[in-house]
């Protein structure tokens, strides 16, 4: 018989009941150092007082009232965003799958307002992620997510990632813009190096083609800057956020620039709950906190020794810990056992992490974890390499 919540997930079997700073407490009582955030989500921990705060306090105004009417606190929470990044414009939704609906329709329609409808197809690469949605599995490409779905939305060239040449056969005059994760992080934390970024710059500016970044995952202090666009000093012309912008909140955003957005004009697109006044007290909330004196060169500084102390752990565990990459709180660990076993040894140490593409283990820890929780958690996965370990020599004996 089927579950009542269609079985998409094959859940783990625990379900928390609270949730404070980094740690979480199941109906069991046994608690948890959660190194996944809720996949890149719970920005600010649980329970944050500030973010409680702002939820409680809007909750008792108002929640919800449409994008019929002006929302203060929308237009507060746009400016704020604008006048940290590139941007000058920004569309509110309640996911990172329609924030980047709204990057690819931006992306055709303003070729089309020049004068270049012909001008729809959007380069990806290879091990993207961008969302499930009908446009978004094609631009992600992933056949896993596509087969039997119907025919794959038209307009998507995917590229192998890191093949220049690839690259520049793939534009032709039917191209419009180039999307790509900063660091992509279904895939695997694989960051794209700087020189390569910039290369996408200059193709996009040689070729009239617009930069869309998908900074879902990346975005907002995950990486240790506002958004990971900053590390290498690429802006692009369009870019998607979601996840932790809403510290759990579902929200997401799609910023632009003027001459991006200027073919969105009244009527062309829409959200019926996007950008809400709950979500805007809580998004205001999550930036009083990410953009305070300091806090960036908290997630940085802690992301800096947890790097450090996990290449550590890769010399003494050779054989189960390939690499280390990643920027900031946004690490991934590629192993040499199986990542979806690796995750369980470390769940067993009670600390929670993220299999991902590329058989590796994401560590995406709540932003304010300080630098005790993140030395404890590499004493977690210490234990959890010892664990696999263990189960290796078995496996030898038997
Ligand atoms: C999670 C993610 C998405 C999709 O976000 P949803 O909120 O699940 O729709 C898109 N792009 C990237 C890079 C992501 O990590």
């Not at 990806?124 to 009908?134: I, K, V």
């Not at 003494?316 to 590629?334: A, D, N, S």
């Amino acid at each position: 018989m089927i579950s009542p919540l269609l079985p998409t997930y094959a859940r783990i079997d625990i379900a928390f009941e609270k949730g404070e700073g980094a740690w979480l407490t199941a109906a069991d009582g046994q608690r948890y150092l959660d190194f996944g955030g809720g996949i890149a989500v719970a920005s600010l921990g649980y329970a944050h007082p500030h973010l409680i705060e702002a939820l409680t306090e809007q909750g008792k105004k108002i929640w919800h009232t449409s994008n019929l009417f002006r929302i203060p606190e929308g237009e507060r929470l746009a400016q704020r965003l604008i006048d940290a990044s590139f941007a000058d414009t920004v569309f509110f939704t309640n996911s990172g799958a329609e924030a980047m609906e709204c990057a690819i329709k931006m992306a055709r329609k303003y070729q089309s307002a020049n004068g270049h409808p012909e001008k729809y197809r959007i380069i990806t690469f290879e091990g993207a992620f961008h969302g499930r949605t009908l446009a978004t599995i094609a631009a992600g490409g992933n056949q896993k997510y596509i087969d039997g779905f119907g025919p794959k939305v038209e307009g998507f060239d995917q590229v192998p990632f890191g093949d220049h040449e690839a690259l520049k056969a793939a534009i032709g005059p039917e191209t419009g813009a180039i999307l790509i994760e900063p660091i992509q992080g279904e895939g695997g934390i694989r960051p794209v190096p700087s020189q390569c970024l910039r290369g996408l710059r200059e193709l996009c500016d040689e070729h009239g083609l617009l930069l869309i970044f998908d900074e879902v995952q990346t975005g907002v202090g995950r990486t240790g800057k506002l958004f990971a666009g900053e590390l290498s000093g690429v802006t692009p012309d369009i870019m998607a956020v979601a996840k932790g912008i809403g510290g759990g909140f579902p929200l997401g955003a799609c910023m632009a620039t003027e001459e991006a957005a200027k073919g969105m004009t009244t009527g062309t697109h829409g959200t019926t709950y996007g950008g809400n006044p709950l979500a805007m007290a809580v998004g205001n909330a999550v930036l009083d906190v990410v953009l305070a004196p300091g806090f960036l060169d908290h997630v940085r500084q802690t992301g800096l020794l947890l790097k450090q102390r996990l290449a550590e752990l890769q010399d003494k565990h050779p054989k189960i810990v390939e690499l280390v990459r990643g920027e900031g709180l946004m690490l991934g660990v590629k192993l040499r056992v199986n990542n979806g076993d690796f995750a369980a040894a470390a769940r067993a140490e009670h600390l929670l992490v993220i299999p991902a593409g590329d058989n590796v283990v994401r560590l995406l820890p709540p932003l304010v974890i300080t630098e005790d929780e993140a030395l404890e958690a590499v004493k977690r996965l210490d234990a959890a390499c010892a664990r696999m370990e263990a189960t290796m020599q078995d496996g030898a004996k038997a």
